[in-house]
C-alpha cells in the first residue's frame, strides 16, 4: 500500500525520479600548454583527442552448478566502456571501472590524435618510447605514458597518463579491508565530512573550536596531514564541504569560500545560508531560511529555486544533493536533496528528501517535497547523517538517531534503490569488523577512483572498499 501511495503521488506531481550524466566540457581548448623547452602551445597543437579498448580477456567469476566459484573463460567488448579525457591534467580513464576478472595486461586500443598528430608511448618496464600503432598489445595493468607530438614539424608535445581501470573485487561479494593504519591525525574530531577531488581524498572535522581540514592521496591512507587554512573556520564549514570536480567549496561565518587546494580560500561572496547541499552541472546548491538557493557562478550571485511545496519542509542539516541520469533522455537528469528537518519544523523520525527534474529543453523546473508523515521506509533522521551515491543506489549512515528516531549510532547502513524514495537494511552491507558504536564521528567518501572510505575519529579507522560489491545491494 506504502507503495502504490508514493506511485500516485508521482504521477500526480508528474515527477520522473531519473538524471542524465552531463561532463563538464573543460576550458582547456583554450588553455595554455607548456613543452620540456617551456614553449607555449595550444591544445590544438598536440592532443590525444579520443581513446578506446578492444576485445578483451575476461576470466569472470561464477557459479557452478553447486553454487561453488568456477571461472568462465570468455571476452568483454571493451569498446563499450567510455573513456574520458582531462585535457587540463592530460589524463585519459575510465570512469565505469572493467569488471574484475578482465586482463588489461595485453590490450589492444586505438586513439585519435589532433590533425593526426604523432603518438608514442612508453612500454611496460621500459625507459624508452615506442610509436604507437593499433595493432600493439599493451600493458595496462600500471598507467602508462603517451605523447603526442604537433603535427606541424616542431618539437613540441604533451604527455598523458592513461589508465585502464579494473575493479578489485567481485561484483556482488561486498568485503570492507581495513587498512591496518591509525589516522591519529583525525582522532577528535567531534563530526566529519569527506570529499574527492583530484586524486586525493579530504576530511574537514571539528574539534577544539574550529574546523579542521586533512587531506591523503587516493591510494595512501596512511598519508593523512593536516592542511593549514588561511581561514579559520567554524563548525558550519564541515557539512558545507563539497567539490565541483576542479576545486572545495564551503560556508563558514556568513561567507561562501573556494579553493583549490584546501590551503588557500577565496571568499566569493557572503549570503545568509544555513548550508551549502551539493554541486551539479556547473551550479552550487544551498539551503537557506524558507529557500532553497542555486548560484552559477561558483557562489558569486545566488537566486531561488522554484519550490511546488512549503519552503518549511526543506531540511536544514547534513544535506546532501546527489544526480540520477535518465536512461532514456539525454537532455534530462534528476536532482535529490535529501537532509535533516529543523527541530522547530519536526520532531520525527525521518530525513527530508526533495527532488526536481531538470530538463534542457525546458526553461523552468520546480522542487517537489516527498515526505510521508508515517512512512517508515524513509531516509533515517540520525546525527551527522551522511548519504554517497554509488551506481545508481544511494548508501546512508550516521550516529545517534535524533527526533523519535531511537537508532543507536552507527549501527548500520540504509540503501535506497529508488532515488531516496525508500531505504531498507541490506544483508551484505554491514559495518567492517573493529567498528565502534561509540565513535565519536565516521565520514563515508567515494573517492575518483571508485573506492568507498568509511573513517573514523575516536579511534582513527580507516576502511575501504571498491564498488563492485555495492552495485546491486
Known sequence: ???????????????????????????????????????????????????????????????????????????????????????????????????????????????????????????????????????????????????????????????????????????????????????????????????????????MGFKNGQAHLYATANNQPTGWSELTMNVVMGETAVNSLTTDGQHLFTYSNGGVYRSTDGQIWQLMSTPTLQQIAGYDDGKLYAVAAGALLVSADDGVNWSAETLQDNSNDLPQSCLHLLSFASRVNANVHNLVLIGNPATSVSTGAQAQLWSTTLNNAAATHAWSYYGLAQSTLQAPRLAQLQVVKIGENLIAFGGQGLGTNTQTAFKQFYVSGDQGLTWHQNADLKKPIGFENNELAAAIALDDEQNVWLITSKTGKVWKTNTAGLRNP
Request: aromatic share 12%; glycine share 4%; proline share 2%.
Open 1 to 203: 500500500m506504502l507503495l502504490a501511495f508514493h506511485q500516485e503521488k508521482n504521477a500526480m506531481k508528474q515527477k520522473l525520479f531519473l538524471f542524465t550524466i552531463c561532463c563538464t566540457t573543460l576550458c582547456a581548448l583554450t588553455s595554455c600548454l607548456k613543452s620540456n623547452d617551456d614553449t607555449g602551445i595550444t591544445y590544438h597543437d598536440a592532443a590525444i583527442t579520443a581513446f578506446s579498448v578492444g576485445t578483451l580477456k575476461y576470466n569472470k567469476l561464477v557459479n557452478d552448478t553447486h553454487g561453488n566459484d568456477s571461472i568462465a573463460h570468455t571476452t568483454l567488448n571493451g569498446a563499450t566502456y567510455r573513456f574520458y579525457i582531462d585535457q587540463i591534467r592530460h589524463e585519459i580513464y575510465n570512469a565505469d571501472s572493467l569488471p574484475y576478472g578482465v586482463d588489461v595486461s595485453k590490450v589492444v586500443c586505438n586513439l585519435t590524435a589532433k590533425n593526426e598528430g604523432l603518438v608514442v608511448y612508453k612500454p611496460a618496464g621500459s625507459t624508452e618510447f615506442n610509436y604507437f600503432s593499433t595493432n600493439d598489445s599493451i600493458d595496462f595493468t600500471q598507467p602508462r605514458t603517451f605523447r603526442v607530438y604537433s603535427p606541424d614539424g616542431s618539437s613540441d608535445y604533451n604527455d598523458y597518463t592513461i589508465r585502464v581501470n579494473v575493479r578489485h573485487y567481485p561484483e556482488g561479494r561486498f568485503a570492507w579491508n581495513a587498512t591496518a593504519y591509525t589516522a591519529s591525525a583525525l582522532q577528535g574530531l567531534t563530526m566529519m565530512k569527506a570529499v574527492a577531488l583530484n586524486h586525493r581524498l579530504f576530511v
